[in-house]
């Protein structure tokens, strides 16, 4: 019998499930190609929608730094406006010294900030110190004297003069900062807040 006609049918077959094969293949390849992208994405957006909160956390973190600083600028700078002629050139004097205290700790307070950022960016290293601690907290003592006197709190810095520790300044400084301003924030009016420290 002649089979070549069935031989060529044979062979066209073979090719055509190659053929099948091969594409079925390419459309796996092609599938997981589109998986690992979505997948891809679904990533990249997790990391958009984190960094948007870190966005959201550090403007939050601004305004509670900046506000309570701002506010006693203002009230002082309102009470030398409108009574600097009624007032003894003492107490002029004492009002303008509360004002530059309270424009360098802003000062101190927006190297902080920026410090803060380019630690969330990765672009700098903790610079640890041997920090004098009862110094560091005199100065957020200044910084908040204003907003706890509006409560009529007293705020007292009892760490000893002499009380050192070793530390990253800006992020100290930043944890000390949140501590009084909370503290502030959630004490009865003619309360008491106290700064203390002790070696363990």
């Known amino acids: 019998l002649d089979i070549t006609e069935k031989n ?6 073979k090719n055509a499930l190659k053929e099948v094969t091969t594409s079925n293949e390419a459309i ?5 190609e589109k998986n690992d992208l979505i997948q891809m994405l679904a990533a990249s957006e997790e990391k958009l929608k984190k960094a948007n909160a870190e966005k959201d956390k550090f403007f939050s973190v601004i305004a509670h730094d900046l506000r309570s600083p701002f506010h006693g600028l203002l009230g002082i700078s309102q009470i030398l406006y409108e009574n600097f002629e009624i007032l003894s050139e003492d107490e002029n004097k004492d009002l303008i ?5 309270s424009t ?4 101190n307070l927006l190297e902080n900030l920026l410090e803060w950022t380019r630690i969330k960016r990765g672009i700098t290293n903790y610079n640890f110190l041997n920090l004098n601690l009862f110094e560091v907290a005199k100065e957020i003592v200044v910084l908040y004297t204003n907003n706890a006197d509006q409560k009529k709190i007293k705020l007292i810095n009892s760490i000893p003069n002499n009380f050192n520790t070793f530390a990253d300044m800006h992020l ?3 944890v000390l900062r949140n501590l009084v301003s909370n503290a502030i ?11 203390k420290a002790e070696l363990n």
């Not at 060529?8 to 077959?13: S, T």
């Not at 010294?97 to 205290?101: G, H, P, S, V």
């Open 104 to 107: 360098k700790s802003m000062n």
């Open 97 to 101: 010294k509360e004002m530059f205290n």
């Open 185 to 195: 924030k959630f004490s009865y009016m003619g309360g008491m807040i106290e700064l």
């Open 28 to 32: 796996q390849q092609n599938l997981k």
């Open 172 to 174: 100290l400084s930043s």
């Open 8 to 13: 060529e049918n044979l062979k066209k077959l």
